[in-house]
């Protein structure tokens, strides 16, 4: 009897089955394909031969159909998140839409005058590419919860939904008042997090000085407005973390909104956040210069020396001083979340 | 309704039924393949895609337990119930008697 035909087949199932259980489950499908070969052996009164193995490989299916169904139906955004996925879509939308049309506000406002259908198509291009770039960025977030949340075992009924415990209305007067969630300071943050993530991300040219818009106003002559950036390389080294940062944010805000308090789970997540941001802030004041602009650049631009001084001091230490800013913000906020979770648990 | 609407209806009332019917054959030990014979000979015909990963749920469940036993010089795993799963067979024939004469009911009035 040819078993190399067997072993195939059983090791084409098991490669597509978890490492946990392959062992078993291969194991029990050849002891089961054995039984009905000898079924068949036995109603036929002939041996068991290659060609009762091809039929009843056959009959037991196509191994990735076969491994598929010990799999159970498995998603990248499963039905406990694609709630919050879809809340979180519209918002983004919303927000990105907002901020082309502002972009292309922009775009049209620094060519007057050359106003030409190039602008219109590098506008609506942009925009593609940030609707595109953002819902990838979701997507994968949540595709990343949703492993998570299998990977940690979320217990899953029959129906495929979680095992909850059972809701008590009465749980509704325990809810304390450092607990629940402010919506304004909440949705506010969610606005801004998305406004940081496609500026940032997508429209970085739009942070720096047109020093020579002044003279373009007084003399029309518009073809000499140029952008002097703002920010360095060195900036947007962090803007991936700071991404990441801002996406986290969004979601705990979304699930803050859905569940209407805080719990100690999401305060520790929320210490995360801070923590993560607070390390960000510390890297970017003792890394390299977050300014683009330099003397030189700015004299060219604006070709006053004094005041191209006091600009660059102004522009460094306003720098120096917004980290700072962030990291002692960032810090009060963990004391007070801190503080909110002792009173939040009397 | 046309044949495949017709054919997923079957499917999920068959669906709810076949936990009943596997639980309802293992007060006594049974590999998978004789389970499989022994469901056919009562009419009701169960492919393996559908009963391994169910006899494996319902492990997980702990209405079942198993075991590897070598026989004839290869292994077989037996299933048979739990003491979960021995508990709870008789209180889910009874659900199912319930539904089957409400069924009968309703069906009776619709016709």
Redesign the interface.
Known sequence: MSTNLIDSYVSEVGRRLPRK?HTD?E???R??L???LE?RSQKTGNPINDEMILEVLKE??APE??AA??Q?ERYLIGPRLYPIFMLVLRIVLMVTGVLAAIGLGIAVSQTLGHYSAETIIKAIANFATSIMTALGNIVFIFAILEWALFRAGVKID?KGMPKVKEWDPRSLTKVSSPNQVKMGETIMEIVGCFAAIVIFNFYPQIIGFTPSLNGALLNGNWSSVTLVPLLSEAFFYYVPFLTMVWISTIILNIVLLRMGRWTTISRVFAIGLKVINIIIAAAMLAGPSLIAVTNLSLASAFGNADGVRILMTMITQGVIVALWLAIVAGSIDIIRIIYRTIEGSK | MTNESFENVILELRRGMIVLAVLSQLNSEQYGYSLINSLKEHGLEIDQGTLYPLLRRLESQELLQSNWRIEADRPRRYYVLSDEGRTLLPRLRKEWTGIVSMMNKLLKEGA
Do not use: C, F, P, R
């Open positions: 259980t489950i194991a029990e499908i002891s089961t054995q039984d009905m079924e037991y299916g159909k076969v169904t010990y159970g029959v």
